[in-house]
């Protein structure tokens, strides 16, 4: 089960990064689909870091909550169609995904359990546990995660400048900032957001 878990961890995280592509392609940056950033293809995404060393270390501490990433797919923002709304909604799509995958491996769940078919069950729950996870961590506003994109891109043009200013500080610190952020959430929140997540998780496939 460790291992699977972390298999599907590491797809969500892909689908995850892909999602904020396919959603800046759309909206008229064609960056990642140039450098073949839209492809599902693990290789063209995997960070050693955060898309295996960090999910096995939760998976395998059976952390209450789960989290990892992928290498971040490029975009350009000046290219967006939609300078007002567009790196909100380029931000949210990673997020969305997520919580779409729950929410359908949830019923996919609810399907399988109500058929008998209990380890297809399992493995749909897993699903929907890794992208609740996944999808609800990075709603924080917490610098590089999607949150605090989504709230700078909803924030009036001086505002959010000032907002691109810190991120670009905390970026300066490279994965050692992601990293900290990760074990002071892990200390600090770690146990309340669990508890939120088994929540929404019991809520979805009616456990």
Do not use: C
């Amino acid at each position: 089960m460790i291992l699977l878990t972390i298999a599907i961890l590491i797809i969500s995280v892909i689908i995850h990064e892909v999602a904020h592509g396919w959603a800046a392609n759309a909206l008229g940056d064609p960056t990642a689909k140039l450098q073949g950033r839209l492809s599902l293809n693990p290789v063209r995404h995997i960070d050693p870091v955060g898309s295996i060393i960090i999910p096995a270390i939760l998976v395998i501490s059976q952390s209450s909550f789960l989290f990892g990433w992928a290498k971040p797919v490029p975009y350009n923002p000046y290219n967006l169609k939609n300078q007002r709304w567009g790196e909100a909604i380029v931000g949210s799509a990673g997020v969305l995904t997520n919580l779409f995958l729950a929410v359908v491996f949830a019923l996919i769940t609810r399907a399988a359990a109500g058929a008998g078919m209990m380890e297809f069950a399992l493995l749909a729950a897993v699903v929907v546990s890794v992208n609740l996870s996944l999808g609800i961590f990075n709603l924080l506003p917490i610098p590089p995660l999607d949150g605090y994109t989504v709230l700078r891109g909803l924030l009036p043009y001086k505002m959010s400048m000032v907002f691109r200013d810190f991120e670009e500080r905390i970026a300066r610190g490279g994965i050692f900032s992601l990293i900290a952020i990760l074990f002071l959430f892990s200390y600090f929140l770690s146990a309340p957001f669990g508890a939120f997540i088994s929540a929404v998780f019991k809520f979805l496939v009616g456990v």
